[in-house]
């Protein structure tokens, strides 16, 4: 590295005492605004975002690899630190460490808009893996906007930062907002998925724009959420399933949203 680092080794410096603190509490990450980020790819991530990070770090065996060297040399960064393998596994908060972390201020989603097209409205997904996998499928099919309910998982907890692979800095993600309360902003139709509903999915016509309804993996949606919905579909299951994870849900519909737009814009041979 041409930017030469001191090692730290003792959990006793005051700057790493901060960084454990941070890392072991949810609620510390909430007040002071920051995420986690382990990994080249959340890191470049968040640094393609334009956004700089507060904090970069990697271990002395991650930096002996030419891209962890590269990515600590030009990764915007308010501080770079260079730590033992043992701090920075208790800092990454993750399994398995891949030597490089990074803590970062998380992106304000700024007030509610207006008028909403195509977004996500999710109710009570509380499973942050499946919170995370939403996410990167909502940032792969060009949805703008997710919305989540109180008492749904946090968006920026280590798993759902992880399992977004770097979605999250492709979204404008509100937390705390009821479903209800966004329905008279939404421009086309509001449709809520359900094992009982007498259309199905493919037969829905998704060329306009839709807020997407999700619910908790095993209650599915409030009955106040499914009221407000114009529209209710189901996925056709013809197999021995009975249900599916709700991220495969979402992939689902918003792929299916995307296969109509695209035939509709297909010329007729």
Same mark, same amino acid.
């Given at each position: 590295?041409?930017?030469?680092?001191?090692?730290?080794?003792?959990?006793?410096?005051?700057?790493?005492?901060?960084?454990?603190?941070?890392?072991?509490? #949810?609620?510390?990450?909430? &007040?002071?605004?920051?995420?986690?980020?382990?990994?080249?790819?959340?890191?470049?991530?968040?640094?393609?975002?334009?956004?700089?990070?507060?904090?970069?770090?990697?271990?002395?065996?991650?930096?002996?690899?030419?891209?962890?060297?590269?990515?600590?040399?030009?990764?915007?960064?308010?501080?770079?630190?260079?730590?033992?393998?043992?701090?920075?596994?208790?800092?990454?908060?993750?399994?398995?460490?891949?030597?490089?972390?990074?803590?970062?201020?998380?992106?304000?989603?700024?007030?509610?808009?207006?008028?909403?097209?195509?977004?996500?409205?999710?109710?009570?997904?509380?499973?942050?893996?499946?919170?995370?996998?939403?996410?990167?499928?909502?940032?792969?099919?060009?949805?703008? +906007? !997710?919305?989540?309910?109180?008492?749904?998982?946090?968006?920026?907890?280590?798993?759902?930062?992880?399992?977004?692979?770097?979605?999250?800095?492709?979204?404008?993600? +509100?937390?705390? !907002?009821?479903?209800?309360?966004?329905?008279?902003?939404?421009?086309?139709?509001?449709?809520?998925?359900?094992?009982?509903?007498?259309?199905?999915?493919?037969?829905?016509?998704?060329?306009?724009?839709?807020?997407?309804?999700?619910?908790?993996?095993?209650?599915?949606?409030?009955?106040?959420?499914?009221?407000?919905?114009?529209?209710?579909?189901?996925?056709?299951?013809? #197999?021995?399933?009975?249900?599916?994870?709700?991220?495969?849900?979402?992939?689902?519909?918003?792929?299916?949203?995307?296969?109509?737009?695209?035939?509709?814009?297909?010329?007729? &041979?």
């Amino acid at each position: 590295m041409r930017t030469q680092l001191r090692l730290i080794r003792s959990r006793d410096n005051p700057r790493i005492k901060a960084l454990l603190r941070l890392a072991r509490s #949810g609620r510390e990450q909430r &007040a002071s605004g920051t995420a986690i980020l382990d990994g080249e790819r959340l890191i470049d991530a968040y640094r393609s975002s334009g956004r700089t990070a507060e904090v970069v770090l990697a271990s002395e065996a991650a930096c002996e690899s030419a891209p962890v060297r590269a990515l600590m040399e030009s990764a915007p960064a308010r501080a770079r630190l260079l730590l033992s393998e043992s701090l920075v596994r208790q800092i990454s908060q993750v399994v398995t460490s891949s030597g490089v972390v990074a803590i970062v201020r998380i992106p304000e989603p700024g007030a509610l808009p207006e008028r909403i097209a195509n977004c996500l409205l999710l109710e009570g997904v509380q499973d942050p893996g499946n919170l995370g996998s939403i996410l990167r499928s909502a940032a792969a099919a060009a949805i703008e +906007h !997710v919305f989540l309910s109180p008492g749904s998982a946090y968006a920026w907890s280590p798993k759902a930062v992880r399992a977004g692979m770097g979605a999250h800095f492709a979204l404008s993600i +509100h937390e705390g !907002v009821r479903p209800a309360s966004l329905v008279p902003r939404a421009l086309g139709q509001v449709i809520a998925t359900g094992p009982q509903a007498s259309r199905t999915l493919f037969e829905a016509d998704l060329r306009g724009p839709v807020a997407w309804l999700f619910g908790n993996e095993a209650s599915g949606l409030s009955e106040e959420a499914r009221r407000v919905a114009t529209a209710h579909v189901r996925i056709p299951m013809p #197999g021995a399933a009975e249900s599916l994870n709700v991220a495969a849900s979402v992939a689902i519909c918003l792929f299916e949203q995307l296969r109509q737009r695209h035939a509709a814009q297909v010329p007729a &041979a």
